[in-house]
């Protein structure tokens, strides 16, 4: 019966893209690709040439892009995993150089990431299809400048121009017929003195009516302020519908749905001692009667059986939308059991709760492909901070016989993180163990007058801050490792400072925001340079506080298993003056008084509260993480292209940052 079913939706799904649109003069994209695109097995776990029966759910989109279509705007919401930049971002450059030649604007969130988009997509995607000998290069014409450069390719017929969002001289100084725009809620909200970026991206397409074509493709981030998710409701917010396995019902996959009867479909799976049982993970069918599951590799027949259907009437008439999650990824790329491994880590199974914000924000913007909402009203209650202070330890102790009983591993490391006011610098040490769990050392003032170069506190910091040890019980001896001092006031002094070292010690400064919602950004070259400064760090203060309320607030702790990762701990004989910090400051919604439009929300201070612990605490996780991408990015053993928390933990754990006190 399955198969009867599954044949008779093949049927309509033939006579649905036979409506597609079609022209005399050209190939549509999706005919032109699968006729010139070869992927190799270094780039795709799908290696051949380019077929949509791996995505099926790029094609009409791609050929949404055609010039025979009439559909203007292309919206795509999209999750990680689906193969949206090989399956239409890089597939439509690939057609608009090869069959159809126009010039081109791609338009990414900065100018480096431009840069790595065309050295590893674009160039890439020039050769898989053939397309190197019509890129016009230096050679050919000497005497001329080339027409191969990283940010731009000339072919006959058009070139391609790839930008920053950050770039508003560029944004409005040519017109073009097709605009790429990748990563839209990466770009800058304003530029200044000019607008909204995608705007003025958009106004370089006027010139060309109805001719014009417009890729907007982003993973959303917050709600309130997301541009792609905007575009999207603006248009008629299409779904990819798939039939089930055993009854051939028409359903968009989601993660967890809830019918009013009380019937739960979407993913599924069973649980044992908190932990996920990967092989019971599969999809239930939305129909009660049916209720029958289906497992990951089940995904190749249902796609190729799938389409798109629109679910609201477009505000905007040559407008399409679509919205697609991290469900859809083909079989062999990124399986439902994995992301059942994802919602695990941010979601406690046991209890039901929410156990790692920036985790659960993470799996609904990167997995679900939909906007986190932020939301103020969030504070951090003393009485929920104090009871992590543990009985069995105090101030400048290692307790790591048993810190071993409940982390898994001892403190591997120390780190120092440095609040600055007008008379003195507060100090708070953390110890790390594997899974980020960490241990307060210390927390204190050191006095004395800060504008003034000469004064006896600098002297006193350096000699703490390289000539302190501490001895474990277990006779580990540790020194501090890597340090963040606040420059946000007293810039000049803080700076002045940290470029006595050559590394180990850093200026930081808060931000309530950084685009793309990472942890930290470097400096920009330039500032580094003027001041003499090997490196320095914006820090995401808003992310971080989040992530901090979590943990003292949410997490729970059985005493009979490991803490769970980032548990915080703090010794006996702080005093509660260190708890209440915590609750200096509230997380509250920020709206414009005339037409109360949402802006953002941030953490602010209570008049007349410290907020000292709670800061350095929020500098120590930044500089945790910096120093952690740091030695996977560098150290040799590891050789990798970004942070991974396990490897990083394994590699510290073989004792590279403390020494083994023989005495």
Not at 88 to 105: F, M, T, W
Not at 131 to 136: M, V
Not at 203 to 210: C, H, I, K, L, M
Not at 562 to 582: A, E, K, T, V
Request: net charge neutral; aromatic share 14%.
């Amino acid at each position: 019966m399955p198969d009867l079913i599954l044949k008779h939706h093949r049927k309509f799904i033939e006579k649905f893209y036979q409506d597609l649109p079609s022209t005399n003069n050209f190939e549509i994209p999706s005919e032109y690709i699968e006729r010139v695109r070869y992927l190799d097995k270094e780039l795709t776990p799908i290696p051949g040439y380019y077929k949509f029966d791996n995505t099926p759910y790029w094609k009409e989109p791609l050929d949404m892009l055609s010039s025979s279509s009439n559909i203007q705007k292309v919206v795509i919401v999209k999750g990680v995993q689906i193969g949206f930049s090989t399956g239409v971002l890089e597939n439509i450059i690939a057609y608009s150089i090869g069959s159809d030649p126009k010039p081109i604007l791609f338009v990414t969130s900065d100018k480096e990431l431009a840069k790595l988009s065309m050295e590893i997509k674009v160039e890439k995607m020039i050769d898989s299809c053939g397309l190197r000998d019509r890129i016009y290069s230096q050679t050919k014409q000497k005497s001329k400048k080339s027409g191969d450069t990283i940010y731009q390719k000339q072919y006959q017929g058009g070139f391609l121009v790839s930008i920053g969002a950050r770039n508003p001289g560029k944004l409005r100084s040519m017109s073009f017929p097709i605009i790429v725009m990748d990563e839209l809620d990466s770009y800058p909200d304003h530029l200044k003195g000019e607008g909204d970026p995608v705007s003025l991206a958009d106004n370089r397409t006027n010139a060309y009516g109805d001719k014009r074509k417009i890729l907007y493709g982003s993973t959303p981030l917050i709600l309130q302020t997301s541009k792609i998710w905007k575009l999207y409701l603006t248009g008629d917010q299409r779904q990819f519908k798939v039939p089930c396995k055993f009854c051939g019902e028409m359903q968009v996959l989601k993660w967890h749905g809830v019918k009013e009867s009380g019937y739960i479909y979407g993913i599924v799976f069973e649980v044992e001692k908190g932990l996920p049982i990967y092989e019971t993970v599969g999809y239930k069918c939305i129909n009660e009667k049916c209720g029958k599951i289906m497992k990951n590799h089940d995904k190749s027949l249902i796609f190729e059986l799938g389409k798109w259907e629109a679910t609201a009437k477009t505000q905007e008439p040559g407008l399409a939308s679509y919205q697609l999650s991290a469900l859809y990824s083909n079989p062999s790329m990124f399986s439902w059991e994995k992301m059942v491994e994802k919602w695990h880590n941010a979601w406690n199974l046991e209890k039901n709760i929410m156990k790692d914000k920036e985790k659960y924000r993470e799996f609904r913007n990167l997995m679900q492909g939909l906007p986190f909402e932020e939301k103020g009203g969030e504070s951090i209650r003393y009485e929920r901070s104090v009871l992590h202070r543990r009985p069995f330890y105090i101030k400048n102790q290692i307790p790591n016989q048993h810190i071993i009983n409940e982390c898994g591993s001892p403190i591997l490391l120390l780190t120092a993180s440095i609040d600055v006011q007008k008379n003195n610098l507060f100090i708070h040490i953390i110890g790390w163990t594997a899974g980020g769990r960490n241990w307060t050392i210390d927390f204190f003032s050191m006095d004395g007058p800060i504008e003034d170069y000469n004064s006896p506190i600098w002297k006193m910091l350096d000699e703490y801050i390289m000539n302190k040890k501490w001895l474990s019980d277990d006779g580990k001896e540790y020194g501090i490792i890597n340090t963040f001092i606040d420059s946000g006031h007293y810039t000049q002094y803080i700076y002045a400072f940290c470029k006595q070292y050559s590394s180990g010690v850093f200026a930081v400064k808060g931000e309530e925001k950084i685009t793309g919602g990472v942890t930290y950004r470097n400096f920009n070259k330039e500032t580094l340079e003027k001041e003499g400064l090997n490196a320095a760090f914006h820090i995401n203060t808003t992310k971080i506080k989040d992530h901090i309320s979590v943990m003292l607030n949410k997490l729970q702790w059985d005493s009979d298993q490991l803490q769970p990762d980032w548990y915080p701990n703090f010794p006996d004989n702080l005093h509660d003056d260190f708890f209440r910090m915590f609750e200096a400051e509230n997380k509250i919604e920020e709206r414009d008084r005339i037409t109360n439009k949402w802006i953002r929300t941030r953490w602010v201070q209570k008049h007349g509260a410290d907020n000292h612990a709670f800061d350095t605490f929020c500098y120590s996780l930044a500089g945790i993480e910096v120093f952690a991408d740091y030695i996977c990015r560098n150290e040799d053993y590891l050789d990798l292209k970004m942070l991974d928390w396990d490897l990083f933990w394994e590699f510290a754990k073989q004792g590279h940052f403390y020494k083994i006190n023989d005495k």
